[in-house]
T-cell receptor, first 110, second 113 residues
Framework: SQQGEEDPQALSIQEGENATMNCSYK?????LQWYRQNSGRGLVHLILIRSNEREKHSGRLRVTLDTSKKSSSLLITASRAADTASYFCATLYNFNKFYFGSGTKLNVKP | NAGVTQTPKFRVLKTGQSMTLLCAQD?????MYWYRQDPGMGLRLIHYSVGEGTTAKGEVPDGYNVSRLKKQNFLLGLESAAPSQTSVYFC????????????FGPGTRLLVL
């Protein structure tokens, strides 16, 4: 399988704390994207980082990419209860196909 | 704009029955995807299409067929449903170019008894 792994599988933090989740993948990629899924809903795109980029920011989100280690991390700063959701990384390869990680379930306690 | 819509939202099938899931997008996207999501897991790619009239296999294509006769629609068919196909099915479409992000539908929950 080309699917990557994410860790931790679950993360529980207090509101205001930072949340970090990691993603590993197996093949050369075109880009890596992070998505959020609220319970019972479809996925929503958060941020994209290209294979030639190392770090990217968007609001409270910071993504890093290390292609030599085939890994990425997503940092959510100053977490809010509304950030409670599952977070998935997805890698685009051959410019057509996406593979998703297994997801990190984040619980932010108010 | 409705974005990506999926019908039906929920369906119960008996083993051996057939059905078609419909995905429609109004964003003029070239690429469309069908995924399945099983409990506690990420999405797995079933089939995808890079344009009208084209289809290609993804990671888990067995037991499914697809068609893309019109650019805005992508149909997923189950010819003979099996309990192993109980899952939530998501459709997505995407842009090309600089921001290659996917837009997802709300999902179809399928239960095969």
């Amino acid at each position: 399988s080309q699917q990557g792994e994410e860790d931790p599988q679950a993360l529980s933090i207090q509101e205001g704390e930072n949340a970090t989740m990691n993603c590993s993948y197996k093949t050369s990629i075109n880009n890596l994207q992070w998505y959020r899924q609220n319970s019972g809903r479809g996925l929503v795109h958060l941020i994209l980082i290209r294979s030639n980029e190392r770090e990217k920011h968007s609001g409270r989100l910071r993504v890093t990419l290390d292609t030599s280690k085939k890994s990425s991390s997503l940092l959510i700063t100053a977490s809010r209860a509304a950030d409670t959701a599952s977070y998935f990384c997805a890698t685009l390869y051959n410019f057509n196909k996406f593979y998703f990680g297994s997801g990190t379930k984040l619980n932010v306690k108010p | 704009n409705a974005g990506v819509t999926q019908t039906p939202k929920f369906r119960v099938l008996k083993t051996g029955q057939s059905m078609t899931l419909l995905c429609a997008q109004d964003m003029n996207h070239e690429y469309m995807y069908w995924y399945r999501q099983d409990p506690g897991m990420g999405l797995r790619l079933i089939h995808y299409s890079v344009g009208e009239g084209t289809t290609a296999k993804g990671e888990v294509p067995d037991g499914y067929n697809v068609s893309r006769l019109k650019k805005q629609n992508f149909l997923l068919g189950l010819e003979s449903a099996a309990p192993s196909q109980t899952s939530v099915y998501f459709c997505a479409s995407r842009t090309t170019g600089v921001q290659e992000t996917q837009y997802f539908g709300p999902g179809t929950r399928l239960l095969v008894l």
